[in-house]
């Protein structure tokens, strides 16, 4: 389990529209915890097995917002976020236990790296804000064949 001091060098930060709306969504459907935030501030840095994101509230009154353009719903358009998970079917059945919207049904993917093929159980759940988050365990490795 990571905590403050075990910052990835990577960590996207998502804006939100219902920040107590995402953050349920992320904590008690994907299963995310909080290093470190509040809802008074609308933002919080979470943590799920090193896997690491931002949520920050759009439009706070005195604050600044960081957008190059103007958003419109779905905000995460043309980007998936790959989540490296231990647990992938306990997360499914999370999200379909909290009516979340699937994106991509679990499906079973191998992936050519050199000599080896990687394997991947995945779905994808889109998060309340259009984000696109892509569960996937490793299913391990096996070699490719017809090189």
């Not at 998502?14 to 995402?22: C, G």
């Not at 915890?33 to 840095?45: A, I």
């Amino acid at each position: 389990m990571s905590n403050a001091n075990d910052l990835q060098p990577l960590v996207p930060e998502l804006i939100v529209s219902d920040f107590t709306q995402s953050f349920i969504f992320y904590t008690e459907v994907i299963g995310f915890k909080q290093l470190y935030g509040s809802v008074e501030d609308g933002f919080s840095f979470l943590d799920r097995n090193g896997a690491q994101l931002m949520l920050d509230q759009r439009s706070w009154v005195g604050k600044r917002e960081w957008v190059a353009a103007p958003l419109d719903y779905p905000y995460g358009r043309g980007m998936n976020l790959k989540i490296a998970v231990e647990d992938v079917d306990a997360i499914y059945a999370s999200c379909i236990l909290h009516n979340a919207k699937i994106f991509l049904q679990p499906e079973e993917n191998w992936y050519r790296r050199d000599a080896l093929l990687l394997g991947m159980r995945q779905f994808i759940v889109i998060d309340p804000d259009g984000y696109l988050l892509r569960l996937s365990q490793s299913l391990g490795t096996r070699p490719a064949t017809g090189i």
